[in-house]
């Protein structure tokens, strides 16, 4: 057996916690390979809406067992926050969750230095969950992991030397309160005692499902181009949300991965700061925002929107290599008179064949855009193929036809049921 993997093709949010959602209802495993609390994953079931940050969203299905890879950033507040609100509306996580011990862990120090280089280094937009500042702490080899938290003493050693640290930079760089031992490490360890029952005990957990022929879904957070390495840098998150990121986060090889499934959102968003070559900045995308509900899960922040691009696309799958779309939102199109889809970029009238991964260079790229008629017709919540309007199905044939890879999901709306499955 091998795992299908879900990847966001754009710049997050495309609407990848309602096709994880879909397809975990036959999955025995979900696991999160990246990122942390900075998601925001949003499920609609009947009238309950639930936005997933941090557990995976296999969650809400019952008989699906979640795991948190050693790629993500975990921080104790969100996930038992995340508990006491899936408990609240009856779902039990109990023995449903497992943390790979080398997982490291987002601590209070974290955050308040995410915030304080966002007000006073450089805005690059983040969530303020202290993402970026816990990756740092990994790649510099002075984490937290989730296994350090079983040991009383290697955790207290560990955190008073990163407190020494830390307080340099607060005092002197940023000219805040320090933080004292004290005043974190009785939650830290409060955390910790909750914590245990949830760390396995070695990384083989996901493999040995695959191999035991187990259904597993891997679920991405973010977008591709918000990948440390191949989005639009700096204006990116701190992790690797594209494939290569599946297997270093969740110790499984290449060969485990059968189906790569990019979620494309029928526009594009992003949120933050960085470039964005197909930005709306008129009526046009306020219209996009507010059919879309373009606001974020996690921050509540006004989505930045635009047209589709496919020069990202390609590039995008040029790094991820995808089987198959799942594309989203397409009922959001539904008012316009008329939809345009970028195909490449020019700069000063000349069309590059390429995509800039420098964000100084695609800052100042425009888009060359095919323009299709709108249909004119609300297709919210259509389920069948054959109902979909003709220029709808010519919208979706070019995107197909340009990218090479068979749509075959279209997401006419937020709830389940609101599919067509091809
Ligand atoms: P994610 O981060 O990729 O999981 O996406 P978000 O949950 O942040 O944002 C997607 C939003 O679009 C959520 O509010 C979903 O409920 C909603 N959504 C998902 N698919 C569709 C769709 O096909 N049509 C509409 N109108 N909304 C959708
Ligand atoms: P999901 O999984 C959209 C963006 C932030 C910011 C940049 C860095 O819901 O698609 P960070 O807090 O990660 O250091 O912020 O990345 N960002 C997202 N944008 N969807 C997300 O997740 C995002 N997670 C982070 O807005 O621009
Ligand atoms: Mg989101």
């Given at each position: 057996m091998t795992a299908k993997i879900i990847i966001g093709a754009q710049w997050g949010d495309e609407g990848k916690g309602k096709i994880v959602d879909l397809l975990s209802s036959d999955c025995d495993v979900v696991a999160r390979y990246q990122g942390g609390a900075n998601a925001g994953h949003t499920v609609i079931v009947g009238n309950k809406k639930f936005i997933l940050h941090l557990i995976p969203t296999g969650i809400l299905h019952e008989k699906v067992l979640c795991m948190i890879g050693n790629g993500v950033v975990l921080d104790p507040e969100a996930f038992f926050d995340e508990i006491n609100f899936l408990n609240e509306n009856g779902i039990s996580a109990e023995g449903r969750i497992l943390i790979y011990p080398n997982t490291h862990i987002i601590m209070p120090y974290h955050k308040i230095l995410d915030r304080l280089s966002e007000s006073k280094d450089q805005k690059i937009g983040t969530t303020g969950k202290g993402i970026g500042p816990a990756y740092t702490d990994k790649v510099s080899r002075i984490g937290i992991q989730a296994i350090d938290l079983l040991n009383e003493k290697i955790l207290k050693q560990k955190i008073e030397f990163n407190l020494r640290?830390?307080?340099?930079?607060?005092?002197?760089?940023?000219?805040?309160?320090?933080?004292?031992?004290?005043?974190?490490?009785?939650?830290?360890?409060?955390?910790?005692?909750?914590?245990?029952t949830y760390i396995s005990k070695d990384s083989s957990i996901l493999s040995d499902a695959i191999l035991n022929g187990k259904r597993v879904l891997i679920e991405g957070a973010q977008g591709a181009l918000l990948d440390v390495d191949h989005g639009?840098?700096?204006?990116?998150?701190?992790?690797?949300p594209t494939i290569g990121g599946a297997l270093t986060g969740l110790a499984i090889s290449p060969k485990m991965i059968g189906e790569t499934i990019a979620v494309v959102k029928a526009y594009t968003t992003r949120v933050g700061e960085g470039p964005f070559p197909t930005e709306i900045r008129n009526e046009i995308g306020e219209s996009l925002r507010k059919n879309g509900s373009e606001y974020g899960a996690t921050t509540g922040r006004p989505r930045r929107c635009g047209w589709l691009d496919l020069n990202l696309l390609k590039y995008s799958n040029q790094i991820n290599g995808f089987d198959s779309i799942a594309i989203t939102k397409l009922d959001v199109l539904s008012s316009f008179d008329e939809i345009?889809?970028?195909?490449?970029?020019?700069?000063?009238?000349?069309?590059?064949?390429?995509?800039?991964?420098?964000?100084?260079?695609?800052?100042?790229?425009?888009?060359?855009?095919?323009?299709?008629?709108?249909w004119k017709t609300n297709i919210t919540g259509i389920n069948k193929y054959s109902d979909i309007p003709v220029e709808a199905k010519e919208y979706l044939k070019f995107i197909e036809d340009y990218l090479g890879i068979k749509i075959k999901i279209i997401s006419t709306g937020s709830e389940r049921s609101e599919t067509i499955l091809l």
């Open positions: 640290l830390k307080n340099i930079i607060l005092r002197n760089h940023y000219h805040a309160d320090e933080i004292s031992f004290d005043q974190i490490f009785e939650e830290v360890l409060e955390y910790s005692k909750k914590l245990l639009t840098y700096p204006f990116v998150t701190s992790s690797n345009k889809v970028c195909t490449d970029y020019k700069i000063r009238n000349i069309t590059l064949d390429y995509f800039p991964v420098d964000s100084e260079t695609l800052s100042i790229v425009e888009p060359n855009y095919v323009t299709f008629g709108g």
